[in-house]
Structures are given as structure tokens and as C-alpha cells.
């Protein structure tokens, strides 16, 4: 079974400042896809970015970048410019094509220090 | 833009009750999807529909039942609920099925007293 580790539990930054968040995962297949939600204290889940892993080509969304590293089956989020509104609880999740389940990571909390 | 509808948002039930979740997809999206998210948890994804098919099953209590409707709209059905049921409860829907982008709705929250 896939499994999506996310080893920093909680993270901190200045505002202003540029935050990477780490995610790896687990599986023993070539074509899948890969996200980022952002779940803030409404509890919302937000979809942040997402990657597909034939794209060689590193995803990008404004102040949001992912660092795809498919031979060390790595997913990390890139934050520049953090803002207050950027506090969060964020989820790497993965999916398997053909699938129709997203598998989630533990989770890392973020604060954004102003 | 529409997004996806919960209802109830908040639900509070004894055990040994039974509770019906109900979730309206984002219009012309035809999967739907069912999290649960436990306290201090990420979110475990319970079972989906394609087309008013089942297409995937997760970890889901045999006392869970779910199905989609015509209209496209699911419901999640639980039965002899149990404390550990409580939790937050996602419905999420795409356009198509695998590797499209989940749209979250906002969630039921369920307690179980």
C-alpha cells in the first residue's frame, strides 16, 4: 500500500520569509499524481498544488512551487513570501492513477511568526 | 463558484444511533468522495462513487453504507454509531475520476456522546 510520510510536524516562519515543507512517499508505481492541501483553522480542505508525476516540470502556483524529486519519490512545498493567511495545517496527499482515493500524509502544522 | 454542499454541518447522536450524512456534488462533477478526519488526524479516505458506482473502498466500518444517487448527490449512512465515530466527516467531488483535483466541501462534524 502507498504510504505519504510528512516529517516535520510543525514548522515556523517569519513573515516574509520562504518555508519548505517535506513530504516523501512510497509506491512501486510510475504514474500517479501528488497534491498539497491546506486545511486552516476553519478546517476547510483547500487544494494548494498539484503535480503530475510524468511532468518532469516542477508545478508552480504564485507564491507556491513544489520540488518533484520522482527517483527519491520526494514532494516538497516551497512557501515564498509567507503571509499571516498562509497559518496552517498542510497535507501532502498522493493518488495512484486509476484510483479514486487520495492518501494522505500526517500532516504539517505551520505558523507564520509576523 | 459553487462549491460542494454538506448537511448537516453539525451533528451530535448517541450511541447505538444512527446518522445520515448528505453531500451535493459541485454541478457537473460526477465522483464523489468520503473522508474522515479524526481529532489531531489526518484525513482517511472511506469510499467513492463514479457514475452512481462504487470505484474505490477504503477503510470504511461494515456498519458504514454509502451510496450516489441520480442527481449525483451521496449519501453516507451510519449505523450503531460507536464514540470513536466522532470526527469531521469530507465529501469531496471531481469532474472525473483518478488524478483530477478533489474539491472539499466544509465538512460534517459528528459527535458521539
Known amino acids: 500500500a502507498q504510504t505519504v510520510t510528512q516529517s516535520q510536524p510543525e514548522m515556523s516562519v517569519q513573515e516574509a520569509e520562504t518555508v519548505t515543507l517535506s513530504c516523501t512517499y512510497d509506491?512501486?508505481?510510475?504514474?500517479?499524481?501528488l497534491f498539497w492541501y491546506k486545511q486552516p483553522p476553519s478546517r476547510q480542505m483547500i487544494l494548494v498544488i498539484r503535480?503530475?508525476?510524468?511532468?518532469?516540470q516542477n508545478a508552480t502556483e504564485n507564491r507556491f512551487s513544489v520540488n518533484f524529486q520522482k527517483a527519491a519519490k520526494s514532494f516538497s512545498l516551497k512557501i515564498s513570501d509567507s503571509q499571516l493567511g498562509d497559518a496552517a495545517m498542510y497535507f501532502c496527499?498522493?493518488?495512484?492513477?486509476?484510483?479514486?482515493?487520495?492518501?494522505f500524509g500526517q500532516g504539517t502544522r505551520l505558523t507564520i511568526n509576523p | 463558484a459553487a462549491g460542494v454542499i454538506q448537511s448537516p454541518r453539525h451533528l451530535i447522536k448517541e450511541k447505538r444511533e444512527t446518522a445520515t450524512l448528505k453531500c451535493y456534488p459541485i454541478?457537473?462533477?460526477?465522483?464523489v468522495y468520503w473522508y474522515q478526519q479524526g481529532p489531531g488526524q489526518d484525513p482517511q479516505f472511506l469510499i467513492s462513487?463514479?457514475?452512481?458506482?462504487?470505484?474505490d473502498k477504503g477503510s470504511i466500518p461494515d456498519r458504514f453504507s454509502a451510496q450516489q444517487f441520480s442527481d449525483y448527490h451521496s449519501e453516507l449512512n451510519m449505523s450503531s454509531l460507536e464514540l470513536g465515530d466522532s470526527a469531521l466527516y469530507f465529501c469531496?467531488?471531481?469532474?472525473?475520476?483518478?488524478?483530477?483535483?478533489?474539491?472539499f466541501g466544509p465538512g460534517t462534524r459528528l459527535l458521539v456522546l
Open positions: 496527499a498522493y493518488e495512484e492513477k486509476g484510483a479514486q482515493k487520495l492518501v
Open positions: 454541478p457537473r462533477h460526477d465522483t
Open positions: 462513487f463514479y457514475e452512481k458506482m462504487q470505484s
Open positions: 469531496a467531488s471531481s469532474p472525473q475520476g483518478s488524478g483530477t483535483t478533489q474539491y
Open positions: 509506491t512501486s508505481e510510475s504514474d500517479y499524481y
Open positions: 503535480q503530475e508525476a510524468y511532468k518532469q
